[in-house]
């Protein structure tokens, strides 16, 4: 495990958020080095100020050859005004495993993501 140098960075396109009561989902799409992802995640909040909370989901990567893996996502976010940094464990069906941070600018739709291998 190597957290110093990241297999993958780029930037994601918010493509969707939708508020409930329990929480909110954001969808992204893009590429990222070698991957392209289309992710869904929903995050809920765990503290009474609403900037800090919890967040699980799934992804469908496309990564070399067109060949498609499924990835279950779980981990921790925090918001600082309109801007939210989540730190992600990314379980892939092939038996990948990936620490992905994002930085994402939510009036911007944009999230930036910094991909570690943890194999």
Do not use: C
Not at 66 to 82: L, Y
């Amino acid at each position: 495990m190597d957290l110093t140098n990241p297999i993958a960075e780029g930037t994601l396109t918010i493509t969707g958020v939708t508020i409930g009561e329990d929480g909110t989902t954001l969808n992204y799409e893009g590429n990222i080095g070698p991957f392209r992802p289309f992710i869904t995640q929903h995050l809920r909040v765990t503290d009474g100020s609403g900037e800090s909370g919890v967040f699980d989901g799934d992804a469908r990567v496309f990564v070399e050859d067109d060949a498609m893996v499924s990835v279950k996502v779980t981990g921790t976010w925090r918001r600082s005004q309109g801007n939210l940094t989540l730190f992600s464990l990314d379980n892939f069906d092939d038996g990948m495993h990936n620490f992905t941070i994002f930085e994402i600018d939510i009036l911007k739709k944009s999230a930036d993501l910094t991909v570690y291998s943890l194999n």
